[in-house]
């Protein structure tokens, strides 16, 4: 396995790997305490959806306009900047739980927060594309960040509920900016950040030349497309996880969670699978991982006991934990020094966004059926997906470069552009 740590002897990654950490960390502690927040303030689900609209869907609207906006700056000026808003939004949502509750403004401050944080990790993700993709440890790096994200995930929202329930909602949320201004710091101070030579555009340029680039090019659309279908399929099931395991279970408060944490594992799980099948082919380790979740979800529609469930959620979350990184290495690979901010971003906010349908979709089968309604439709559909998947590969690889392939595995390469930018060598020596 020390191979397999390799990137951490790369700088800056981890650097970008703490902060990236970090804000997964912060994302997951201020969606918990906003929400108990917005909750407790109104006494009324309508705000509290209003809010996960307004943190979470919404911001993917706007994420990808101020990518482009902000991945012509240097990325020791950028991101830090954006770490210090992060804060600062922080600051003033803690003084509203302190004073006077405004619905409008913490709705305001929270679609703020969610294209910052979007951004940052969309900057982040081409910082570490630039890094480690010369070296040839992107797929391992990558792996290393998912672990970050699957214990920020889990890590973050126990921490918001200890913070809120032995020092209040603001305390969490003071926490929360102080987090955020660590990463500045640290990040401010961080040398051999890659930085693109290339001449200024306006971002609305930028912003259009990559859409153009996630159109034009076959196999990037295939996955973004894919990933965006499939991110409502794996989340149709989220809302209604509480009424599964309370109802059709008959689970206590207890063992919800222990449910919620047994699918967190397994991405844990999954990750560190990934860093072992780096040289897999990239399509196959996306099918594969992906129907593995459609295995879990059928048989957690069919579960009788907690037990079982849980069982089956490990390999669900190994699934969900190679699937996703197996999807952002593959775009990775496939995108230009130049695109590599733009498009990433663009994955992230469709991660942001599609869950939005996602939550909808589940929602309206449970009324129309149950829990396990839920689960059943969502398996077929993800199966479904799979198989489209496999019927589509025989036309990608007869593209125009048809012997070409990536590093990832088998995925033909982008047309050569007729301009690429150089990338300055960010230092490589170890630590």
């Given at each position: 396995m020390r191979g397999r740590f390799a990137p951490l002897a790369v700088r800056p990654f981890g650097r970008l790997l703490a902060s990236y950490t970090l804000n997964e960390l912060g994302d997951a502690v201020g969606i918990v305490a906003l929400a108990v927040l917005v909750y407790n303030s109104t006494e009324a689900v309508a705000p509290t959806a209003a809010f996960f609209i307004a943190a979470k869907f919404l911001p993917a609207i706007v994420a990808p306009a101020l990518t482009a906006r902000l991945d012509q700056i240097a990325l020791r000026r950028s991101l830090p900047a954006l770490y210090v808003l992060e804060a600062i939004v922080f600051t003033a949502l803690a003084l509203i739980a302190d004073g006077t509750f405004v619905l409008v403004l913490v709705l305001a401050l929270g679609l703020l927060d969610g294209a910052l944080a979007i951004t940052g990790r969309g900057l982040t993700r081409g910082a570490v594309a630039g890094v480690l993709q010369p070296v040839g440890r992107l797929k391992e790096g990558n792996a290393?960040?998912?672990?970050?994200?699957?214990?920020?995930?889990?890590?973050?929202?126990?921490?918001?509920?200890?913070?809120?329930?032995?020092?209040?909602?603001?305390?969490?949320?003071?926490?929360?900016?102080?987090?955020?201004?660590?990463?500045?710091?640290?990040?401010?101070?961080?040398?051999?950040?890659?930085e693109i030579r290339m001449e200024r555009e306006p971002w609305a340029e930028r912003f259009s030349a990559g859409m153009r680039f996630a159109r034009s090019n076959a196999v990037i659309r295939f996955l973004l497309v894919g990933q965006a279908i499939a991110l409502v399929l794996f989340t149709l099931v989220i809302p209604i996880e509480v009424i599964y395991a309370k109802e059709s279970l008959g689970a206590s408060d207890a063992g919800f969670g222990i449910l919620l944490a047994s699918w967190g594992a397994g991405i844990v799980v999954g990750s560190l699978i990934y860093l072992l099948l780096k040289q897999r082919s990239a399509f196959g380790l996306i099918v594969i991982s992906t129907a593995l979740i459609g295995i879990a979800y059928l048989g957690m529609a069919t579960a009788e006991t907690l037990f079982v469930a849980c069982a089956i959620s490990v390999v669900g979350g190994a699934g969900n934990g190679v699937q996703w990184i197996a999807v952002v290495t593959a775009v990775q690979e496939m995108t230009p020094v130049d695109y590599q901010a733009r498009i990433v971003g663009l994955l992230e906010s469709l991660?942001?966004?599609?869950?939005?349908?996602?939550?909808?979709?589940?929602?309206?089968?449970?009324?129309?059926?149950?829990?396990?309604?839920?689960?059943?439709?969502?398996?077929?559909?993800?199966?479904?997906?799979?198989?489209?998947?496999?019927?589509?590969?025989?036309?990608?690889?007869?593209?125009?470069?048809?012997?070409?392939?990536?590093?990832?595995?088998?995925?033909?390469?982008?047309?050569?552009?007729?301009?690429?930018p150089t990338l300055e060598p960010a230092r490589r020596d170890a630590r």
């Open positions: 290393l960040m998912n672990i970050g994200f699957a214990i920020s995930s889990v890590g973050g929202a126990a921490l918001a509920g200890l913070l809120i329930a032995e020092f209040g909602v603001a305390t969490a949320l003071y926490v929360d900016a102080a987090s955020f201004l660590t990463i500045a710091v640290i990040m401010a101070f961080t040398r051999g950040l890659p991660g942001a966004a599609m869950p939005g349908i996602g939550y909808l979709i589940g929602g309206a089968l449970v009324a129309l059926g149950s829990p396990r309604t839920a689960y059943a439709v969502a398996g077929a559909g993800v199966f479904v997906l799979v198989l489209s998947a496999l019927v589509l590969r025989p036309k990608l690889d007869r593209g125009k470069h048809p012997l070409q392939r990536s590093v990832a595995g088998d995925m033909p390469l982008p047309e050569p552009l007729a301009a690429t």
